[in-house]
């Protein structure tokens, strides 16, 4: 499975919203990026995945660049239950999730 | 629909004692995986059961165990314990949607203290 990069923090104010890039840039045809995001000392939460068009659902909306070399996680209005780890991960259809250190995203009043 | 659940959710055993943990998936999952969280490691995947049998495997030594039952329920072993062995185990259930893609669904976790 593809090795992907995110920044190690960042931070974003109540109500603006949250853009969390992953580069992928060993990104097979085959693979999907999906995102997950783990709430302090919980389990980690489904997002949202793609392979190439954008993707949105009720939590976030998944842009995904034509080359598929990177991506961009959007929170549209980010609250601060949204403060959390946030992974980018990027497998084939099947297959365990490997997870890296994600971007631990901070959402401030 | 109810999601992943695991017991219990705490546990403190002594060095040198086995312990197991359960995990009942969603609904209609036929596919569970566990994984091992630490501070140090980060989330490491431990392995998948699928129709009870394991089709996938991490890189943890044998005495991390687990087994698959009819009704799709999971259970992990670890027998020998070792302070190290001290983490978070998370459970994941999925189902092979249409596409071929699943998402994996995670469970609250167990929190296994050694001492």
């Known amino acids: 499975d593809a090795k992907t990069t995110q920044p190690t923090s960042m931070d974003c104010a109540e109500g603006r919203a949250a853009n969390l890039p992953c580069n992928h840039s060993?990104?097979?045809?085959?693979?999907?990026v999906y995102w997950y995001r783990q709430i302090h000392s919980q389990g980690p939460q489904y997002i949202i995945h793609?392979?190439?068009n954008n993707e949105t659902n009720e939590m976030a909306s998944l842009i995904i660049t034509e080359d598929r070399k990177s991506s961009t996680l959007i929170l549209p209005h980010a609250t601060l239950r949204d403060t959390a780890v946030y992974y980018c991960?990027?497998?084939?259809?099947?297959?365990?999730?490997?997870f890296g250190k994600g971007t631990k995203l901070s959402v401030k009043p | 629909k109810a999601g992943v659940t695991q017991t219990p959710r705490y546990l403190i055993k002594t060095r040198g004692q086995q312990v197991t943990l359960s995990c009942s998936p969603i609904?209609?999952?036929?596919?569970v995986s566990w994984y091992q969280q630490t501070p140090g490691q980060g989330l490491q995947f431990l392995f998948e059961?699928?129709?009870?049998?394991?089709?996938n495997k991490g890189n943890f030594p044998g005495r991390f165990s687990g087994r698959q039952f009819s009704n799709s329920r999971s259970e992990m072993n670890v027998s020998t314990l070792e302070l190290g062995d001290s983490a978070l185990y998370l459970c994941?259930?999925?189902?092979?949607?249409?596409?071929?893609?699943?998402?994996?669904?995670f469970g609250p976790g167990t929190r296994l203290t050694v001492t």
């Open positions: 059961y699928f129709s009870e049998t394991q089709r």
């Open positions: 060993t990104i097979s045809g085959n693979e999907y």
């Open positions: 994941a259930s999925s189902s092979t949607g249409t596409s071929g893609t699943y998402e994996q669904y």
């Open positions: 609904s209609g999952h036929r596919s």
């Open positions: 793609g392979l190439k």
């Open positions: 991960i990027v497998k084939r259809s099947q297959g365990n999730l490997i």
